[in-house]
């Protein structure tokens, strides 16, 4: 059954050039829109429907080309890329800058009290925990230990280093607006064990590398760092600046509620600008490989030169 609807429109790229920055960072902010968060389940399994029946070769009658790339857009917002699940609501791109506004509000806010780091510490990295385990690259599964370790390690870690910064500035005369900062850390991975999933340019899986997810892991950690200096850095020095305003001093409960808006703010733009540093499909050359994952490309594929593989998010 075909509809008016050409079939050879290439959903299994974004709609804009990703060889550009301008053209991915159009991709992401389609992929991190707010508003997909509050689709309900039933338009999500019609955007998969409508994505996998193109796939296939079926068009609906009357459907658009326009219509297409939109449920595209929904299904990638809510479906795993390597494995096609869904994902988990909080852990999905769209819900990146609702949650992170939220969290990092508060951690802007509350960072008086050495509870209140502790708290807000652990409440971002688990949020942070839940992002990566579901935009995690490739399809492997990852055992309840494994996921229990990498979270214990980075829960601890966030927070030890969060009070050591706290504790080190708790002494010094330092303005409080420095003090903002001993709450947020640098602190997965199952990735850098086993290795993600490599293809070559058709698709077509070659092996795992963990090669290859050494390159993913650094761009997304230079992309993770690129989303949080703006709100780490900009609501901070507005919020002491306006403290000191007479009307700030008179309804000190405008604090969170104003720190919350203009760390959404920045993320806004922040994360689909961040996103774009690099394309999510990422390459490398087949002599950066492991030798032996090298060995056997070279065998059953000797014109092969690149892989490619799903940097993740």
């Given at each position: 059954?075909?509809?008016d609807?050409?079939?050879?429109?290439?959903?299994?790229?974004?709609?804009?050039?990703?060889?550009?920055?301008?053209?991915?960072?159009?991709?992401?902010?389609?992929?991190?829109?707010?508003?997909?968060?509050?689709?309900?389940?039933?338009?999500?399994?019609?955007?998969?429907?409508?994505?996998?029946?193109?796939r296939?070769?079926?068009?609906?009658?009357?459907l658009?080309?326009?219509?297409?790339?939109?449920?595209?857009?929904?299904?990638?917002?809510?479906?795993?890329?390597?494995?096609?699940?869904?994902?988990?609501?909080?852990?999905?791109?769209?819900?990146?800058?609702?949650?992170?506004?939220?969290?990092?509000?508060?951690?802007?806010?509350?960072?008086?009290t050495?509870?209140?780091v502790?708290?807000?510490?652990?409440?971002?990295?688990?949020?942070?925990?839940?992002?990566?385990?579901?935009?995690?690259?490739?399809?492997?599964?990852?055992?309840?230990?494994?996921?229990?370790?990498?979270?214990?390690?980075?829960?601890?870690?966030?927070?030890?280093?969060?009070?050591?910064?706290?504790?080190?500035?708790?002494?010094s005369?330092?303005?409080?607006?420095?003090?903002?900062?001993?709450?947020f850390?640098?602190?997965?991975?199952?990735?850098?064990?086993?290795?993600?999933?490599?293809?070559?340019?058709?698709?077509?899986?070659?092996?795992?590398?963990?090669?290859?997810?050494?390159?993913?892991?650094?761009?997304?950690?230079?992309?993770?760092?690129?989303?949080?200096?703006?709100?780490?850095?900009?609501?901070?020095?507005i919020?002491?600046?306006?403290?000191?305003?007479?009307?700030?001093?008179?309804?000190?409960?405008?604090?969170?509620?104003?720190?919350?808006?203009?760390?959404?703010?920045?993320?806004v733009?922040?994360t689909?600008?961040?996103?774009?540093?690099?394309?999510?499909?990422?390459?490398?050359?087949?002599?950066?490989l492991?030798?032996?994952?090298?060995?056997?490309?070279?065998?059953?594929?000797?014109?092969?030169?690149?892989?490619?593989?799903?940097?993740?998010?």
């Amino acid at each position: 059954m075909s509809g008016d609807l050409p079939l050879n429109i290439n959903i299994k790229e974004p709609r804009w050039d990703q060889g550009t920055f301008m053209g991915r960072a159009k991709h992401f902010f389609m992929i991190t829109d707010p508003r997909n968060v509050l689709l309900s389940s039933r338009t999500l399994e019609e955007a998969r429907v409508i994505v996998e029946n193109y796939r296939a070769g079926v068009v609906a009658p009357g459907l658009t080309e326009d219509q297409l790339w939109r449920a595209k857009y929904v299904y990638d917002s809510a479906f795993h890329p390597d494995t096609g699940e869904k994902m988990f609501v909080i852990g999905r791109m769209s819900a990146q800058v609702p949650m992170n506004m939220s969290i990092t509000g508060c951690m802007l806010t509350f960072y008086r009290t050495t509870p209140a780091v502790v708290f807000w510490q652990w409440v971002n990295q688990s949020f942070n925990a839940v992002v990566n385990y579901t935009n995690r690259s490739g399809d492997a599964p990852i055992t309840v230990n494994q996921l229990g370790a990498a979270y214990v390690s980075a829960t601890t870690g966030a927070v030890v280093t969060a009070l050591v910064c706290l504790y080190l500035s708790s002494p010094s005369p330092q303005p409080r607006s420095t003090r903002r900062y001993s709450a947020f850390c640098v602190s997965p991975n199952r990735e850098l064990k086993y290795g993600i999933p490599v293809t070559d340019e058709n698709g077509n899986r070659l092996g795992e590398s963990v090669n290859a997810a050494q390159q993913a892991i650094m761009q997304v950690v230079v992309s993770r760092i690129g989303m949080a200096v703006p709100a780490m850095g900009i609501p901070p020095i507005i919020m002491n600046a306006l403290e000191k305003r007479a009307f700030m001093k008179r309804f000190p409960i405008l604090n969170a509620p104003m720190q919350v808006g203009l760390v959404g703010l920045c993320l806004v733009f922040a994360t689909p600008l961040c996103c774009a540093l690099f394309p999510q499909k990422s390459s490398m050359k087949v002599s950066g490989l492991e030798a032996e994952l090298q060995d056997k490309i070279r065998q059953s594929n000797p014109a092969t030169t690149v892989v490619y593989f799903n940097k993740g998010l």
